[in-house]
């Protein structure tokens, strides 16, 4: 199955922008889908297909997509969104695939 | 409102089958989901190991489909993993997940999760 790229980590400053990468050839097929895990917590879906958001996500977070490249974007980032980030997808032979994951610390 | 939770032993011996249980509550397992097997070793990310539809269609993570069964129980509502010949690699938290297909728009994602169990292997 194909791979999904991110970054480990990745910190911003409270209330600025901030913007999380996913890299895999799968995302020129397939919309990314975004979630966040706490410690000691399941995932939580935040964005999904073009740019959704599921009732209860804060507008803050949005979603795009270019090429092989899907983002998700934290719009006055909030000292709640500290967390884990994972992008997912389907790849080419229909597998499932996560990225690594991204560690966002919010100074 | 829909909800799933995952039963299963804790502890499992190594070269054993780690067994693991998903109940659907609040709506149907024949709805139009794939329904799939989640899991995150301490300290590390999300690995996807298979899902199922309510057909029986299966999909498995290539890197452990030797070893991966899922199934599904239309009458108790719930589905299942079997996973053989396990070592302490595969101790983990395991998630059982709904998931969302729509081949048309490209979209797919998990739109709800079970809390998760630890599984550990050790003798």
């Known amino acids: 199955s194909s791979e999904l790229t991110q970054d480990p980590a990745v910190s911003v400053a409270l209330g600025q922008t901030v913007r999380i990468t996913c890299q895999g050839d799968?995302?020129?097929?397939?919309?990314a889908s975004w979630y966040q895990q706490k410690p000691g917590q399941a995932p939580v879906l935040v964005i999904y297909?073009?740019?959704n958001r599921p009732s209860g996500i804060p507008d803050r977070f949005s979603g795009s997509s270019s090429g092989n490249t899907a983002s998700l974007t934290i719009t006055g980032a909030q000292a709640e969104d500290e967390a884990d980030y994972y992008c997912?997808?389907?790849?080419?032979?229909?597998?499932?695939?996560f990225g690594g994951g991204t560690k966002l610390t919010v100074l | 409102q829909v909800q799933l939770q995952e039963s299963g032993p804790g502890l499992v011996k190594p070269s054993g089958t780690l067994s693991l249980t998903c109940a659907v509550s609040?709506?149907?397992?024949?709805?139009?989901?794939?329904w799939s097997w989640v899991r995150q070793p301490p300290g590390k990310g999300l690995e996807w190991i298979g899902e199922?539809?309510?057909?029986?269609?299966?999909n498995y993570n290539p890197s452990l489909k030797s070893r991966v069964t899922i199934s599904v129980d239309k009458s108790k509502n719930q589905f299942s993993l079997k996973l053989s010949s396990v070592t302490a690699a595969d101790t983990a938290v395991y998630y059982c997940?709904?998931?969302?297909?729509?081949?048309?728009?490209?979209?797919?994602?998990?739109?709800?999760w079970g809390r998760g169990t630890l599984v550990t292997v050790s003798s």
């Open positions: 199922i539809y309510h057909s029986g269609s299966t």
């Open positions: 997912n997808s389907r790849d080419s032979s229909g597998d499932v695939v």
């Open positions: 609040g709506g149907s397992i024949s709805s139009s989901n794939w």
């Open positions: 997940a709904r998931g969302e297909w729509l081949v048309q728009s490209g979209d797919w994602y998990f739109d709800l």
């Open positions: 297909g073009k740019n």
């Open positions: 799968s995302l020129r097929s397939y919309y």
